[in-house]
Every structure is written in C-alpha cells, then in structure tokens.
C-alpha cells in the first residue's frame, strides 16, 4: 500500500552479479580510520589498533522478518542496519563498519533494489559506519538480507551479559512496546487495504508507534551519555526480542534472579491510547513485543543518584540472587513468574 | 540420492529459536587466543592486538548455489566454510574465526541442521577457526547459508588484488576445472536417478573431481609455503568464480594486461579423460568453471627461481602494460581475447 507500482523497472540481470555490486557501491566512501580497505577486494582490511573487535551477524528473511505489504524498502535497508548497529551498542562498543549481504528474487527490479540499499546508505551515514564488503545473489523465493556488524571498544569499557550481582538496578532506556504496537496497527491497515484498496487509511494518532516499528533507532548515544555520567554498566543487552525475553537473558548468563516493577515500565502515552483501542494489555505489549531497540543494562546501586531523574533511563527492577527466581511485580502488588513469549524466528507453538 | 530417507526427524519448531542455537552451538569450542568471547552475547569480541583483521562474507542459496540432490548436507557445510576461509587466504592472512547463519524452510529436520552443523564444525576445526556466532531462523523457501569469515595478518603481509605489475608472473596453485568437472559429473547422475532411481552409480573414474566439488579445500598452506620461499606475492585472488573472471580482477585492479598461456594451465590427469568423455574443451571448463577454491597469484620475476619446480605451483603466464590487453595465448599460438564467462549468482544470459 506505501508502493508506487507505477515505477521505471530494471531487470537486475541485465547487470549481471558484479555489475550489480559495482552500481550498489560506487558511491560508498570510507570514514572509519579503522578501515584499511573496504569493498573490493577477497576481504576488507581493519585497523583496530589497541582497541578490541566486537561483532554480531543477523539474518533477516522476507515473510519471517518483514512483510513489503507495509514495509518499504528505504525503510527495511534503515532498520536492517540499526538492528545490528543495535547489537554492538549492547556490548557498549562504538559501531564502525557493516557488510551487507542480499539475496534477491527475479521479482526485485533494480529500482527496488536501490530503494533498499538508500536505506542501508543512510543509516550507515547515520550511525557513522562503513559500508566494507557483502554478498549480492538470487534467491529462489523473496528477499533475504544478511548484516554483519562491527564495532571497537576499549576492553574496560565492553559490558557482557553476565556481569549483573544481586541488588544491582535493572535500567531501560527509552519507552517498550511502541514497535510491535505500529506493527499492529499496520497489520490492521493492511486487513482493510486488502478489502477496500481504495481506502485511505489515518494514522495521525498512530506516528510515534509506525516509525518505532518502520524506523527503529539503534542507542549509539548511550555510550557517550553513560561515560558523561561516569556509570559502566554492570550487565546489558539490547532489546530485540521482548522486555521479558531479554531480562531473561541477563538472569541466566549472570547467575541472578529478577524482580520487574510493572508500574516501572515505560510506555509512551500514543501507546497507551492505542493499547485502550486494540483492547490490548501495554504491559503485555512491553514484556512480548519486541523491535524496541533499546537498551537494558544494570547498574550498581552505588551509581542511582547519577541516573535518578535523568529521561534517558528508567529503572524498572533490580536483580536478586539467583535462587529468589525472576518475578514480574504487578500494579495490584502480586508476584508472578517472568516468562518469555518473545518474538522466535523459529516459532514453538 | 546419497540422502538416507529413513532417518529419524525431529521438528525443529518443537526447540524454538533459542533452544536451536544452544543445542547447535553447546560443544563449540574456543581455539584462538584473538577470541575473547564468542557465541553467547550481543556480540563477539575479539582482540588482534598488533595485527591487522581481515573480514570476507558469502551468502549461498539452496537451488542457486547448491543443490541437495547430490550435495550431503555436511558437505555443504564443510564447503560454505571452505570458501569463506578461502577469501582470507586470498589476503595472505591467517583465518581465525567465522559467524554461521542459517535461514531452514521447515522441511529440515533437526537431524537434517545437525548434519549440516557437523560438516561446519569439521571445516572450523581443519581450518582452526573458532565459530564466534551467528543467527538461525525460518525461511520461506530452501536453506540459506551466510557465512563471514575473519582472519588476521601482519600489515606488510596482505596482499590485494591491486599491487601486479607489468612482467610480473601469473601463477596458480594446484590444479584447475575439475570442481565444475565434478558438477557435470553429479548433474549427469542426477538425472540419470531421476530416470531410474534404483541404478548405482560407478563413480570410481570420477572421484577427484567429485571430491573437488563436493569437499574443496582452501588453500590456507600457501602462506606459510611462501614465507618459507621468501616471496611475497605482488596481488593475490581466490579462484571461485573461473580462471579467466579472477585473472581479469587482477588485471582489472591492477591497472595491468596479462598473456596467460593456454599450454600452462594446470589440469589433474582424471580432468583431462572426463573432458574427453563428455567431449568438452578442457581450457573452457579451466576458464570458465570456477568453485576450485585454488589461489592465483603475481609475483616479480626476480623470484622465479624460487618457485621453480616447486610442485604446489605452475606459472601460467605473465603480465603486461595495460594497454596490451588481456590475452589467452592458445596451444596453436595465437592471441585471443581473455573474456570473462564464470560462474554468476546473477546470470546475464
């Protein structure tokens, strides 16, 4: 419904393979003093100096990831980056270059295919990362696309998921569950595009939860603000799964138990609002969603006064010994068990 | 053909994303004193302190790069990895670790990703790379199979593609075309199964070339043969893609022409009657075939000596002054046109 089906189309296989890296590229310069050399060779060449490598890979799958019914292409090259710029953030690390790899069926014109690469483009721009190498090839069956992020970092500075201690504060950045509420409004405007396509759809009061879903945006700044702030996280990891599904990560890999604050968890007012009309419980939405992009980290309790106040952060918990178990604290002042229904890829039911 | 039909399947929906990942990656072990953390956080973290990374991708696609007729799923994953570290050595760097995506349609059973896996651990253990992480998720259609190798090497040791000079020599390691052999080999007895799948293929005449399709081997000997030899080869490529594609890189990059002659090219004495069998041109395949994963390389003449009669090398020709252009200089001594027709995910036919 957001594609202009009366677009110039080029056949990509007129370009041929190399043909098609070499129109997709020429325009990619290199910032990163890290870069040594970039696209064009067997490998791209890096200069980390004293500094470590940290890296994470993420393979995104067109009817499993993402739906082009609602999805543009500009926009699924952004997310697909800050998705895994994401990652490097989460390890507290500076993000410094990306490949990108594509796999495209016959059905991508090459005017789609620069439309997706715009949005890679820009949000490498955007997060200061360079564009070093990657793959393009058919696919049988839809578009695939392969990120592989790399980042650097001192080694003080780079933050695990395992170093939370019982009593340490449980912090979010940001607000959850924006995402996967866009998600469902576009889910439902496309229901309706399906019967009336003629119908303009409305989604003034919804802007804030499309572009967290449409155009999420990776936590670079939380590195610089928390070095300001002179806090090191004792634990983080970034949520792309779901609130719950990530704290869980936290607990098992530091050896602790949790309990989550219902009544802390922050949720933006559209949320709230849309929540009401879905007939959908927000916490619900924050725990399962997933796609915020934020990032949950753990502080010492030596470090509150720093944060406390601060719109950056929320704290939402704090971590117990292991033993206590990983409880949600609800508004009526109830325990129950946390439990993952995040986001799979792979679904379990 | 070479599936056993009567294995036991279990659903991999039935471990879920998380519970995939944990039991594919429980035994994994770390090797190399660079990797600092591997699987298990948002990010890897890997310290190459004086040394340089090096870091290649490949995406490969079920029905574009491989076909599981004839290709066992292990090999598949020795040979995804094989390739990947493949384009380190092309560097002259030293692999050290790999990230491994999976995208599976849900006709793969767990047995089915476990063979796959054990053929990817098998190569990282060849290979000594530690495998540092990755991403396993659904697909609509067909496996998908991304790959990012990294490696390391001193700054004065990387050789690109870029630094051939005119009088150089063009020299390639092994021997070339009977990968592709192999595949003609494999489509022929595909079909031949699909007319009667009760016959039993003899593949006793064909078992090199079978094995160089099915389980080709990277050439990362050929740094420490060279530094031995005290050479340090001018540019440097991995053949994947045919003969004639990657000499045209190197010239391409290098700013140079070649004369590659015909008489030169180093072909196993089972391609040579299997080319005679299928009646077909032995130099066409060698240009043309690719996937032999063998490295091609330019060196000064003054190091001639130092190869000379060295088995695990054959000089094939030299370069020139680029306005000479890049020729094949035949068996019957003339001069043609060197064209690029390997292999291409992106056909432009």
Not at 41 to 56: M, Q, R, T, Y
Not at 131 to 139: A, E, L, P, V, W
Request: hydrophobic share 40%; net charge negative; with cysteine.
């Amino acid at each position: 419904m957001l594609e202009d089906k009366n677009q110039h189309k080029t056949n990509i296989e007129s370009l041929g393979e190399f043909g098609l890296i070499d129109y997709l590229t020429k325009n990619i310069e290199i910032s990163q003093e890290s870069t040594l050399k970039g696209i064009g060779d067997d490998a791209a060449v890096l200069d980390f100096k004293d500094k470590k490598a940290v890296i994470s890979t993420d393979l995104l799958v067109e009817g499993v990831h993402f739906d082009l019914a609602y999805m543009p292409l500009k926009h699924l090259g952004y997310k697909a980056v800050a998705a895994n710029v994401s990652d490097i953030c989460a390890m507290n690390a500076t993000p410094t270059q990306i490949t990108v790899s594509l796999a495209l069926s016959n059905r991508f014109p090459l005017e789609a295919v620069e439309e997706l690469y715009e949005g890679i483009k820009l949000a490498a721009k955007i997060y200061n990362v360079d564009i070093i190498g990657g793959d393009t090839t058919s696919s049988q069956k839809g578009l695939i696309i392969s990120i592989t992020a790399i980042g650097e970092a001192n080694l003080n500075d780079i933050v695990y998921r395992s170093g939370a201690q019982p009593n340490d504060l449980l912090v979010v950045t940001g607000d959850i569950g924006a995402a996967y509420m866009g998600l469902q409004v576009l889910e439902r405007e496309k229901q309706v595009f399906l019967v009336n396509p003629n119908n303009q759809p409305d989604l003034e009061a919804y802007t804030y939860l499309i572009e967290r879903q449409l155009k999420p945006e990776a936590r670079k700044d939380i590195k610089e603000i928390l070095e300001k702030l002179e806090i090191k996280p004792t634990a983080m990891i970034d949520i792309s799964d779901g609130l719950s599904s990530e704290i869980l990560h936290l607990c098992k890999q530091s050896g602790v138990g949790c309990n989550l604050y219902e009544d802390k968890i922050p949720g933006d007012p559209q949320l709230i609002n849309v929540c009401e009309e879905f007939n959908l419980d927000i916490t619900t939405i924050a725990l399962n969603g997933g796609e915020d992009y934020e990032l949950l980290f753990t502080i010492s309790t030596e470090d509150y006064d720093k944060i406390k106040g601060n719109p950056n952060f929320t704290v939402i918990g704090h971590m117990t010994e292991e033993k206590e178990g990983t409880h949600l604290i609800t508004r009526a002042n109830t325990k129950i068990a946390l439990k993952a229904r995040g986001w799979n890829a792979i679904k379990e039911e």
